[in-house]
């Protein structure tokens, strides 16, 4: 069964300032079914949360860790959740 989770992901490495939250945004409407944000931090990591079906995703969560993204990625934490619900799309804060 593929229910709706929630997806929080700190992404840390050079994230900021390299068009990552973009990427990010791009790669999650492009996977489709999702709702949520990509965000800076102040402590220079970039934080993502994804609502939708699990396997969407994990796609994203993939794509954070392996793919072809702008900058560098030198890991990723995540935890999953229960959605909260209120996000209407995927957007850049």
């Known amino acids: 069964m ?21 990427w990010t945004r791009e790669t999650a409407l492009r996977i489709g079914g ?5 965000g800076n931090l102040e402590d220079g990591r970039v934080q993502v949360v994804a609502e939708g079906p699990r396997d969407r995703c994990e796609l994203l969560l993939d794509w954070l860790r392996e793919g072809d ?16 619900g209120g996000y209407q799309r995927f957007e850049i804060r």
């Open 34 to 38: 999702m709702s949520g944000y990509t």
């Open 2 to 22: 593929n229910e709706n989770v929630r997806l929080t992901a700190w992404v840390r490495g050079r994230v900021q300032g390299v068009g990552f939250r973009w």
């Open 69 to 84: 993204t702008p900058g560098r990625v030198d890991g990723v934490t995540e935890i999953w959740g229960v959605p909260r």
